[in-house]
């Protein structure tokens, strides 16, 4: 069966940055898009970016370009999300998704940025 | 790209349907037939219920039905119950080949 399976709980400071990763299984891993979509506490979806997986293309909403980077080894399955200059309003839990209807969720990654 | 507009909240009773809308512009909800559909219970990631604005995956219950119009999507529950209380969030493509998500709506069923 399908799954992504992401990285633990991240706390970091102001103006640090934060890698999360989504480990794909069930299906050829080359063959979808992944994304990246975040919730902040009690707010609701907000789209960050994705990348097409078998070509590395890689696609930013305007609001995170800049300080958002996401990345894919095909030899891990594995896709991932690196935000930098983090501030306080990047609180949120980060979801990895799979292809242009987000068939597929990971189960979430709260990063936490706190002073 | 400003979030899609839904209506904060919507409610009904067991047994009624609701319709739950999605309005955007012509560069994303009415440009494109890639709108979707999620719902969300607390605590959970978001489940898929309707894709490219009326297709059920397998396994989603045809209570769900999507539509659109121009440049409103529209998702209905049909048969309202309890499990049904929950958040749901639209999505569409853009002409900026980027993605972006409605507001969200809360769904009590009273």
């Known amino acids: 069966q399908v799954q992504l399976v992401q990285s633990g709980a991240e706390v970091t400071e102001p103006g640090a940055s934060v890698k999360v990763s989504c480990k794909a299984s069930g299906y050829t891993f080359s063959g979808y898009d992944i994304y990246w979509v975040r919730q902040a506490p009690g707010q609701g979806l907000e789209w960050m970016g994705g990348i097409n997986v078998g070509n590395g293309n890689t696609g930013y909403s305007a609001k995170f370009r800049g300080r958002v980077t996401i990345t894919r080894d095909t030899s891990a399955s594995t896709a991932y999300m690196e935000l930098t200059s983090l501030r306080s309003e990047d609180t949120a839990v980060y979801y990895c998704?799979?292809?242009?209807?987000?068939?597929?969720w990971g189960q979430g990654t709260l990063v936490t940025v706190s002073s | 790209q400003s979030a899609l507009t839904q209506p904060a909240s919507v409610s009904g009773s067991p047994g009624q349907s609701i319709t739950i809308s999605c309005t955007g512009t012509s560069s994303d909800v009415g440009g494109y037939n890639y709108v979707t559909w999620h719902q969300q219970h607390p605590g959970q990631a978001p489940k898929l219920l309707i894709y490219d604005v009326n297709n059920r995956p397998s396994g989603v219950s045809n209570r769900f039905s999507g539509s659109k119009s121009g440049n409103t999507a529209s998702l209905t529950i049909s048969g309202l119950q309890a499990e049904d209380e929950a958040d749901y969030y639209c999505s569409s493509y853009t002409s900026s080949n980027t993605y972006v998500f409605g507001i969200g709506t809360k769904v009590t069923v009273l």
């Open positions: 998704a799979r292809q242009r209807y987000f068939d597929f």
